[in-house]
Every structure is written in structure tokens, then in C-alpha cells.
């Protein structure tokens, strides 16, 4: 594959997750429950990268997602929870990535990771507040991100075996 091939796809790859993000911080959250809660729809595009990507180029897209969306609707506030929420969740599910895909889905890494965002986020508010007792939100922000990761997990799934530039990516990438 030449350099320019891969370096369009990551273009449109951080594309899509800035416009997705940036849509989503427009919709409200309907549970008063859960006060800040999201469905991490941007996320979509962090496991389609793990699965079409190097470490390297899946990791600098992240990066370069969260910059942009930060720099055209947030606040520094916001790139410091979202930061911390979206490397502590690609960590986690490259890790867990790792195990195969015989022990662990797409869908399995995803919850994963929509769990993982929630503990980076809450680690950032307990160190703003300077108190542990923020992590006492972890129960209810947890149930609601296992959810919203596994409806991510499922469209990543369905967007990887149906477009056929995701599996030509796919097949690259394994190639390696």
C-alpha cells in the first residue's frame, strides 16, 4: 500500500471522529441520572482504527482526534477529561485486543473501552476535586458505559465485515 493511500484514510478516519464527536456534544443526554454521561459514538472510530492500523498511526489518530475536536467545541476542561478518558480506553482495549479474537469480540473491547473512558474521566475529577469520593459515580457511569460500548462494539462489527474498505484495511494490516 503506498503512503498517500494510508495517509487519506487516516485523514478521513479523524474526519469522521471529530464530526462525530462534535455532533455528539450537541445531543442531550436524556437520563438526569447521570448527569454528563455520553455514548462515546467518536469511539467508533478509535476500534475500527485498532483494527486497520498500526499502534503508532492508531495512536496518533486519537491524539490528533481529540486535539481537533477540542480545539473547534471544547474547553481545556474538556480535553483534559476527554484525554484522559480516551487514552486510558485505548490502552485498555489494545491490551485487551491482544488476548484474540477467540477469547474477546470487537464488541467485548469496546464495552471495554466505554468502561475504561469512564474511570479516566473520574480519575481527572478526583483530581480536580481532590477527593476520592467522586469515584462513588464509577457504579452508575459504568453500567451506562458497558452499554453504550457494546451498541458502539455491535456498529463497529457491522461497518467491518459490511464496507469493503474497512476489510481491505483490515487485510493490510494483518498482512503486517
Known amino acids: 500500500m503506498n503512503k498517500n493511500k494510508k495517509l487519506i484514510y487516516i485523514s478521513l478516519l479523524v474526519a469522521q471522529g471529530v464530526i462525530i464527536g462534535l455532533l455528539e456534544n450537541m445531543i442531550p443526554f436524556p437520563f438526569a441520572i447521570a448527569p454528563g454521561a455520553k455514548l462515546g459514538l467518536a469511539n467508533l472510530i478509535?476500534?475500527?482504527s485498532l483494527f486497520t492500523m498500526t499502534k503508532r498511526e492508531s495512536f496518533f489518530l486519537v491524539c490528533l482526534r481529540l486535539v481537533l475536536t477540542t480545539l473547534l467545541g471544547g474547553t481545556i476542561s474538556t480535553l483534559m477529561y476527554s484525554a484522559t478518558g480516551a487514552l486510558l480506553s485505548y490502552l485498555g482495549m489494545l491490551l485487551i485486543k491482544q488476548l484474540g479474537p477467540k477469547r474477546v469480540?470487537?464488541?467485548?473491547i469496546s464495552a471495554a473501552g466505554g468502561f475504561l473512558h469512564n474511570v479516566g474521566q473520574l480519575f481527572t475529577a478526583s483530581f480536580i476535586a481532590?477527593?476520592?469520593s467522586v469515584m462513588l459515580y464509577l457504579p452508575v457511569l459504568s453500567i451506562i458505559g458497558i452499554l453504550a460500548g457494546i451498541?458502539?462494539?455491535i456498529a463497529a462489527n457491522y461497518l467491518m465485515?459490511?464496507?469493503k474498505t474497512l476489510q481491505y484495511f483490515k487485510k493490510v494490516h494483518e498482512a503486517k
Open 46 to 48: 478509535t476500534i475500527i
Open 105 to 108: 469480540s470487537i464488541i467485548g
Open 130 to 132: 481532590r477527593s476520592w
Open 151 to 153: 451498541a458502539v462494539g
Open 161 to 163: 465485515e459490511h464496507v
